[in-house]
Each structure stands twice: as structure tokens, then as C-alpha cells.
Nanobody, 124 residues
Framework: QVQLVESGGGLVQAGGSLRLSCAAS????????MGWFRQAPGKEREFVAAIKWTGSMTYNLDSVKGRFTISRDNTKNTVFLQMNSLKPEDTAVYYCAAKYGTVVYTVSTAYDYWGQGTQVTVSS
């Protein structure tokens, strides 16, 4: 079992930045690909980014286009999502997820564990 706890969400003006954190506990952190998803009201959950133990990253380029950066600190069992140049359309609940193994998936159904989510609201 893996427990994930997100933090760092909030209200920010367009053009601003936020850094989300996801602390993992339980099983060996290194055994999991860590991902970030988001879900806006009335929309499906959308893949944002994922990172392997090695640091190899995958992004949903259509939505983040170089504005977001995912990273992980394996010594602290934590994954981060640095979000810059935020736009109102980035408003959503952001979820951290863990997938056992070394393959990155961009579909939410592939992930084994989820955090409770953290709200990000970007005002115009």
C-alpha cells in the first residue's frame, strides 16, 4: 500500500507560479512511476506529467508546453510539480498518482494509488 498526500495548491493570478508537492509513504518509492493528473469541473481527468525513478520525465505537451516541470526527491519520497506562467485554464484539482513498475502511462486507469487532490485556481 502507498499513501500519497498532495500540498501546495491555492489561488494565484494568471502568470503566477505554484509548486505542488506529493509525499509518498508505504512501499518502496523507487519502485513506482509518479504522475500528476488534473481534473477540471465537468471534464475528464487529464494526464499532466510523470517521472520515473531515474528522473526520466514525460509531459502532456499539449497542455503544459514547457510551463510545468516535474521532479522527484527519492531521498524524501516526494514528487513535485513546478507550475509557471499559469493560465485560468489550468484551474483544476491536481492529483498525484503512483504506478508500480518502470513504464510511464498517460491514462489514469493505469495508476495504482492516488492522493486526495489539491485545488489550483488561477484567476484572470
Amino acid at each position: 500500500q502507498v499513501q500519497l498526500v498532495e500540498s501546495g495548491g491555492g489561488l494565484v493570478q494568471a502568470g503566477g507560479s505554484l509548486r505542488l508537492s506529493c509525499a509518498a509513504s508505504g512501499r518502496t518509492f523507487s519502485s513506482y512511476v509518479m504522475g500528476w493528473f488534473r481534473q477540471a469541473p465537468g471534464k475528464e481527468r487529464e494526464f499532466v506529467a510523470a517521472i520515473k525513478w531515474t528522473g526520466s520525465m514525460t509531459y502532456n505537451l499539449d497542455s503544459v508546453k514547457g510551463r510545468f516541470t516535474i521532479s522527484r526527491d527519492n531521498t524524501k519520497n516526494t514528487v513535485f510539480l513546478q507550475m509557471n506562467s499559469l493560465k485560468p485554464e489550468d484551474t483544476a484539482v491536481y492529483y498525484c498518482a503512483a504506478k508500480y513498475g518502470t513504464v510511464v502511462y498517460t491514462v489514469s486507469t493505469a495508476y495504482d494509488y492516488w492522493g486526495q487532490g489539491t485545488q489550483v485556481t488561477v484567476s484572470s
